[in-house]
C-alpha cells in the first residue's frame, strides 16, 4: 500500500532530509586517501545524533553501523570497518538515513578519493545525470515505469549497465515502503504516480555486467565482474508543483 503524505508529514521529511543530506555532503568531505571508513561512519552517527535524529539504518536488520559505504566494485550495502582504509582513486558511495519526528530521509552519493581515473568519473557522472533525470519524471501523471526507463536508457546509451537486484522504494515513517522504484523499465508503464508520493530513487549503475553477488556478511553486495560500480540517491516529494527534493541541505 502506497502511503500519500499531508503536507505537515512533508516538512517533517523535509527536515529528516536536510539532516541526511547535511550529514553525507560533511561525510563526502572526509574521503581522502589514509582514513578508514569506520571514521567516516562514525562522524556521521555522531552527526546526526547531534542533529536530533536518529541513523536511520544503524541496526535495521541488524545492520551494525550508521551508512553503508561501499567501495569501488561494491555496489551497496559495505560495512564501514576500521580495516579498510581509503587510497587515491577510490570511488565511494556512501549511503545515509536519518530519522527525525517519526520519518526518514534517505540519500547517497559516490564521491571520488583524491584523483580518480576518467573511466571512473565518467561513471559517477553519468549515474548522477540519470538520477537527476529520473527526478524530472517524478510529476503528477506520470507513471513509475517514466523514472525507471529514464535511468535504464540514460546509463545503457553510455555502455553502462542498471542493477536489478536492488531497488529504490517509497521512503516515509518506515525507511522502506511501496512502491519499488526499480531503476529500469518501460515508459507509460507501472503505478501512477499522484501528490504526496514520497520515494527515494537510486540509480545504481555498473560499468561492467549488471550482476551482483551479497558477500557471507550478508549485506555487501559486490559486481560479480570486478568492475566499478556508482550509486546516487535523493529522497523526493511528488507535489502539484513538481517533484521536491527533500534530501536537500
Ligand atoms: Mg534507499
Known amino acids: 500500500m502506497i502511503i500519500l503524505k499531508t503536507s505537515r508529514e512533508l516538512s517533517l521529511m523535509k527536515e529528516a532530509g536536510r539532516i541526511s543530506q547535511e550529514a553525507l555532503l560533511r561525510a563526502g568531505e572526509l574521503v581522502k586517501p589514509g582514513i578508514t571508513t569506520y571514521e567516516i561512519d562514525e562522524f556521521i552517527r555522531k552527526f546526526i545524533i547531534k542533529s536530533g535524529a536518529t541513523p536511520s539504518f544503524l541496526g535495521y536488520c541488524d545492520f551494525p553501523a550508521s551508512a553503508?559505504?561501499?567501495?569501488?566494485?561494491?555496489?551497496?550495502?559495505?560495512?564501514?570497518s576500521k580495516k579498510q582504509i581509503l587510497k587515491e582513486g577510490d570511488i565511494v558511495s556512501i549511503d545515509v538515513g536519518a530519522y527525525y519526528e517519526g520519518f526518514h530521509g534517505d540519500n547517497a552519493w559516490t564521491f571520488p578519493c583524491g584523483k580518480v581515473s576518467d573511466?571512473?568519473?565518467?561513471?559517477?557522472?553519468?549515474?548522477?545525470?540519470s538520477l537527476f533525470l529520473a527526478i524530472e519524471k517524478a510529476v503528477v501523471g506520470n507513471r513509475l515505469g517514466d523514472i525507471g526507463s529514464t535511468v535504464q536508457q540514460y546509463v545503457e546509451a553510455r555502455n553502462y549497465s542498471?542493477?536489478?537486484?536492488?531497488?529504490g522504494h517509497g521512503v516515509g515513517a518506515n525507511l522502506h515502503e511501496d512502491p519499488s522504484v526499480p531503476n529500469y523499465?518501460?515508459?507509460?508503464?507501472?503505478?501512477?504516480?499522484?501528490?504526496?508520493?514520497?520515494l527515494a530513487i537510486e540509480p545504481m549503475v555498473n560499468a561492467g555486467s549488471c550482476k551482483v553477488r551479497v558477500l557471507d556478511d550478508g549485506w555487501t553486495t559486490k559486481t560479480v565482474d570486478g568492475k566499478l560500480s556508482a550509486h546516487f540517491e535523493h529522497t523526493i516529494a511528488i507535489t502539484n508543483n513538481g517533484p521536491v527534493i527533500l534530501t536537500k541541505a
Not at 553503508?68 to 564501514?80: A, F, L, Y
Not at 573511466?119 to 545525470?129: F, H, N, P, S, Y
Not at 523499465?185 to 514520497?198: D, E, F, H, N, P
Request: proline residues 2%; charged residues 25%.
Open 162 to 167: 542498471v542493477v536489478r537486484d536492488f531497488v
Open 68 to 80: 553503508c559505504i561501499s567501495v569501488n566494485d561494491v555496489v551497496i550495502h559495505g560495512i564501514p
Open 185 to 198: 523499465g518501460t515508459s507509460g508503464r507501472g503505478v501512477r504516480l499522484a501528490a504526496g508520493m514520497t
Open 119 to 129: 573511466e571512473a568519473m565518467k561513471l559517477m557522472d553519468a549515474t548522477r545525470e
